[in-house]
Structures are given as structure tokens and as C-alpha cells.
């Protein structure tokens, strides 16, 4: 069974506070994702990363910074949080396949809140 | 552009009632689409993929890309349907990478 974790379920962080995300797969996976999910926004992909220490920019990567040391983790960085980056978190992995898209494997969430 | 949309925020109906979910996007490439599902107070899954063509828990969902659509129908919702449904577009050769639509909420009342 797919384990996908993040380091805390909820997160009240001060404006301006750096602030880490972690993210730890154990099956192998190539992928990793970071998301936020906003109401009526849906899932909006921040950055990911398709092998270690490769990253790559998804659609809103301003305000935040990811590594990738090692294969099984993924950090999101908030370099200096600020009141609009209050949202959940969501971390997932998947498989490289070839020629096609493998199904994506989801954390739990982390519920920041930036005050 | 690559797009999903997904134009109910909240689709309500009655336990035994036909649902639809309406899902179109906007693709220059061959489309692979998903639809992932998140019940209260868990993980976002995947509940099926167009190329797999398979029924999961009654729900089936059909690529039209002459209307760039794919729909999540069931013909008899249950209670237990109740959740967070959000339609995704793969990008090819982008590492795996999904785009996800704005979410529909569907309830169904008892």
C-alpha cells in the first residue's frame, strides 16, 4: 500500500517565518508533486520534481522554494510567509511510465495557517 | 491554453437519482483525463482514468473529444457519493504532470 506523509496535519506560522513542508513517499516513485487546494480554485500545482534534485516550476511557484536530496522526499519552503499562502497543502507521488501518466498517490494534507 | 473546467461548485441531488458531473477541457495534445475523489476527512484517490474504460463504484466516465468533454455519470447515487470531485488533464511528457479543475462538491440527500 502507497504511504504518502507529510510532516504535520496543521501548521500557524507568523508573517514573515520560514517556513518547511515535508513530504515522504516509500514506494520507489520518481514524481513529486506540491499543491495547494483552495475553495473553488481547486488543486493548483506549485512545483515537482521528476527525479532527485530536479525541480521544476508548476503554475504558481512565487513565494515558495522546494528541494529534493533525496528520492523519497520533497520539501516545500515558504521563504517568508506571508497571509495569502494560508491554505492546504497537499504533497503526492507517482510512478515515470513511458508514453503515459501513472496515478498520482496523495498525503493527507497540511492545513497552513499564516497569521 | 491548457484548461479543465469543471462549472458546478455544488451539485445537489436525492439518494436514487441520475448524477452528472460535468468535466470539459482544453488540450492541443491526445488527452489523457482522471477524475480523483476526496471523502470527508480523507486522501484525495483516484477514482478512474479514460484509458482503463472501467466502472468504479458505478461511476463511468466517457472521452467525447469532439465536445472536449469528459463527464462522470452514475445512474443511482448513493449517500456515501457525498465528496469532492475533481476532473484532471495529464500533460504529456511534463513528468507526470496533472491539471486539475476548479472541484465539484456533490451532495446526496437521503
Known amino acids: 500500500d502507497v504511504k504518502v506523509t507529510q510532516s504535520s496535519r496543521y501548521l500557524v506560522k507568523r508573517t514573515g517565518e520560514k517556513v518547511f513542508l515535508e513530504c515522504v513517499q516509500d514506494?520507489?516513485?520518481?514524481?513529486m508533486f506540491w499543491y495547494r487546494q483552495d475553495p473553488g480554485l481547486g488543486l493548483r500545482l506549485i512545483y515537482f520534481?521528476?527525479?532527485?534534485?530536479?525541480?521544476e516550476k508548476g503554475d504558481i511557484p512565487e513565494g515558495y522554494s522546494v528541494s529534493r536530496e533525496k528520492k523519497e522526499r520533497f520539501s516545500l519552503i515558504l521563504e517568508s510567509a506571508s497571509t495569502n499562502q494560508t491554505s492546504m497543502y497537499l504533497c503526492?507521488?507517482?510512478?515515470?511510465?513511458?508514453?503515459?501518466?501513472?496515478?498520482?498517490?496523495f498525503g493527507p494534507g497540511t492545513r497552513l495557517t499564516v497569521l | 491554453a491548457q484548461r479543465v473546467t469543471q462549472p458546478e461548485k455544488l451539485l445537489s441531488v436525492f439518494k436514487g437519482a441520475p448524477v452528472e458531473l460535468k468535466c470539459n477541457y482544453s488540450?492541443?495534445?491526445?488527452?489523457?483525463l482522471f477524475w480523483y475523489v476526496q471523502y470527508s476527512r480523507q486522501r484525495l484517490q483516484l477514482l478512474l482514468r479514460?484509458?482503463s474504460r472501467e466502472s468504479i463504484k458505478g461511476f463511468t466516465a466517457d472521452l467525447n473529444k469532439g465536445e472536449t468533454s469528459f463527464h462522470l455519470k452514475k445512474p443511482f447515487a448513493q449517500e456515501e457519493d457525498s465528496a469532492m470531485y475533481y476532473c484532471?488533464?495529464?500533460?504529456?511528457?511534463?513528468?507526470?504532470?496533472?491539471?486539475f479543475g476548479q472541484g465539484t462538491e456533490l451532495s446526496v440527500k437521503p
Open positions: 488540450y492541443s495534445g491526445s488527452p489523457e
Open positions: 514506494m520507489d516513485h520518481e514524481n
Open positions: 484532471a488533464l495529464a500533460i504529456y511528457n511534463q513528468g507526470g504532470k496533472l491539471i
Open positions: 520534481s521528476y527525479d532527485v534534485k530536479m525541480k
Open positions: 503526492a507521488s507517482s510512478f515515470q511510465i513511458s508514453g503515459s501518466t501513472d496515478t498520482q498517490y
Open positions: 479514460h484509458i
